[in-house]
């Protein structure tokens, strides 16, 4: 089949990829000249497990191309995928500028009937106005599909290879019958392709996500409850996940989730079920729960240098890992970026490490004007050199099992925070370390009394001090 798909990020990009992979020629179309001259040199925007080499691969096979050129593009498509990006409004609602003006683009220049697939996240409704405005300008018939994407960053070709499932919301035998057969070579191995209608298709994945946030959340706030009664999240997690209704993924507390999804479509969807008279009380507390739990590592920063009398106005702190998550160098609603810039702007010094993260960093900090308040370290043990205090804050493969005695000669304090819970409190508290971590307190690492910033109606829990002995 003739495939085209319009948007070069993660989505678009390994949509296209991946299609091409099976034999269909697909070209890629972004607006970003400069973005498609580098494709053009196999040179990606992002970086992505495998998906270098199967662009490289599909490429050089004459299956896989990019271009600026949307009408010339558009000539032969039997399948158009719109894959641009859908990111906030002030008021945290999906900013649909770039589909729609995608749609009327389609609609002038359509020359066949075809497929136009919605791969962005868009709200319920979206596909209904796709339809009117390519409707306005169109010459030819058309049959729209939503095809939610359920990737997740640093696998999201593996995601998109061997889906759990493929949701897609059709409303024509044609359309139907196209759409199987493009995703008939990923569903193989017995995973669903799931039918249903459009407005369906679309809520599916905002609900996706919308339960994953929650799961995440509720792990998080547990957690902190840990910290209080002295229990330990590690146990609490595991004692939950074997429930067979529950299961044992995404259970996993941490410094409140980010990335380019999760943050924004729960807001987004926050704010249709306020638009529609549907109000999402649990989503809108889970979205507004997050927030306060990004403070979550500089609270404990502050607290652990507190209980060691250092100020954290001139301290150095160590900051191991940049992206939201592994695998991927997006920075996107990262929590250690929330960790620095409340560190930079209380006078702090930040010295960060991170395996892919580093440029990307370097781009997001270089209108500061911070001097050496900000360094990146070339290694992770660079970092932690002469540092008051080691943050983890970002779960890299490559930071579970270090040379912890190095880390303690490196370090000018043996203060660590570790906000993804990689190490052992056991053996830290063994090694001399002060050993803070997220919902699990022992005898070694008590609690750390942090103050998160709380909504009006708990804000009469009294006060504590700091109550750290290591
Ligand atoms: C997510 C969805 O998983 C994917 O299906 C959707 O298409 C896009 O949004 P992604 O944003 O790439 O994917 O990341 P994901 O791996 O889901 O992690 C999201 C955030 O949750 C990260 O910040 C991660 O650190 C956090 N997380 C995840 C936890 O804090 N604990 C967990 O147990 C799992």
Request: glycine share 8%; hydrophobic share 45%; charged share 25%.
């Amino acid at each position: 089949m003739h495939i085209t798909v319009i948007g070069t990020g993660y989505v678009g990009l390994v949509v296209g990829a991946c299609l091409a992979e099976t034999g269909h020629d697909v070209a890629c179309v972004d607006v970003d000249a400069a973005k498609i001259a580098d494709l053009q040199r196999d040179v990606l925007p992002i970086y992505e497990p495998g998906l270098e080499e199967l662009v490289r691969r599909n490429r050089a096979h004459g299956r896989l191309a990019f271009t600026t050129d949307l009408p010339a593009a558009l000539t032969d498509a039997e399948v158009v995928f719109i894959g641009v990006g859908t990111p906030p409004g002030s008021d945290g609602s999906a900013d649909l500028s770039h589909v729609l003006a995608v749609a009327e683009e389609i609609g002038r220049h359509l020359r066949r009937e075809l497929v136009i697939v919605i791969k962005s996240t868009v709200p319920v409704g979206t596909a209904a106005r796709v339809a009117e405005v390519v409707a306005e300008h169109a010459r030819f018939p058309f049959h729209l599909c939503s095809n939610p994407e359920f990737l997740k960053e640093g696998a999201a070709v593996e995601d998109f290879l061997r889906p759990d499932r493929v949701v897609l919301g059709v409303e024509s035998d044609y359309a139907r019958s196209v759409m199987a057969e493009l995703y008939a070579p990923f569903v193989r191995t017995g995973k669903p392709i799931l039918f249903m209608d459009i407005a369906s298709a679309e809520l599916t994945k905002y609900a996706a996500n919308a339960v994953l946030a929650t799961r995440i959340t509720l792990m998080n706030e547990l957690a902190n409850l840990c910290e209080r009664v002295g229990a330990n999240v590690d146990h609490v997690r595991r004692g939950v996940g074997s429930d067979g209704r529950i299961g044992p993924a995404f259970l996993f507390p941490g410094p409140g989730y980010g990335g380019s999804c999760f943050p924004k479509d729960v807001k987004a969807l926050v704010r249709t079920g306020l638009a529609v008279g549907a109000p999402l009380r649990v989503l809108a507390a889970v979205d507004e729960a997050n927030e306060r739990q990004q403070r979550v590592l500089f609270e404990k920063v502050r607290a652990a240098l507190a209980a060691a009398d250092v100020p954290l106005e001139g301290a150095t702190v160590a900051v191991w890992g940049l992206a939201f998550k592994p695998q991927t160098d997006d920075l996107r609603e990262s929590p250690a970026l929330a960790l620095g810039d409340a560190l930079l702007a209380a006078g702090a010094r930040v010295v960060a490490h991170d395996p892919v993260a580093m440029s990307a960093a370097k781009r997001r900090y270089a209108d500061r004007e911070l001097g050496d308040r900000l360094r990146f370290a070339p290694t992770s043990y660079d970092a932690a050199e002469g540092a008051d205090v080691l943050v983890v804050a970002t779960d890299w493969n490559e930071y579970r099992h270090p040379n912890l005695a190095r880390i303690r000669a490196a370090l000018a304090r043996p203060i660590v925070v570790d906000g993804r819970n990689l190490w052992d409190p056991a053996k830290l508290a063994a090694l001399g370390f002060a050993y803070y971590s997220i919902g699990r307190v022992t005898a070694r690492a008590p609690e750390l009394a942090i103050a998160l910033p709380r909504p009006v109606a708990a804000a009469d829990a009294p006060p504590t001090v700091p109550s750290v002995a290591v």
